[in-house]
């Protein structure tokens, strides 16, 4: 079977992307079941945002870690939600220390604070750069 770039460096892509993948679900499902305390909050649609993150992630696995560009869109896209919801959230946060430099709020938002799909967000920052890297020379 022909490859679109190094089996090597689509197994590692895979392996970053099924931790993304595995991380996202059992966040999403811990979310949609009502939480884990205050470090995860319950938020059935926030939830199911990171389940379908998941899913994306998951669905492009087994052709990146053969070297085929098939499986990059499906990662492409799992980083794409995962852009879109971890800027959002830190938009939320950023708008909830502007209320408290405004005095509608009576404390600053702690880091603690800071939702799940930021953290994985800032997890994917990384499999963003290789992905872009790789997909650089391609035409569209």
Excluded: C, N, Q
Excluded at 98 to 121: H, Q, S, V
């Amino acid at each position: 079977m022909m490859t679109d770039f190094s089996i090597k460096t689509g197994k590692m892509i895979a392996i970053y992307a099924s931790a993304l993948g595995v991380i996202s679900l059992a966040v999403g499902l811990v979310e949609i079941l009502g939480g884990w305390g205050e470090s995860i909050p319950g938020d059935l649609f926030g939830g199911f945002v990171l389940a379908v993150m998941a899913v994306t992630y998951l669905g492009g696995v087994k052709w990146v870690s053969h070297g085929r560009h098939e499986g990059l869109s499906f990662i492409i896209g799992g980083l794409f939600l995962t852009g879109v919801f971890g800027v959002l959230y830190l938009l939320m946060m950023g708008a909830d220390g502007l209320m408290y430099l405004l005095g509608e709020a009576e404390a600053l938002p702690k880091l603690a604070d800071a939702r799940p799909a930021i953290w994985i967000f800032i997890l994917s920052l990384p499999l963003a750069y290789r992905v872009r890297s790789l997909t650089a020379r391609m035409t569209w």
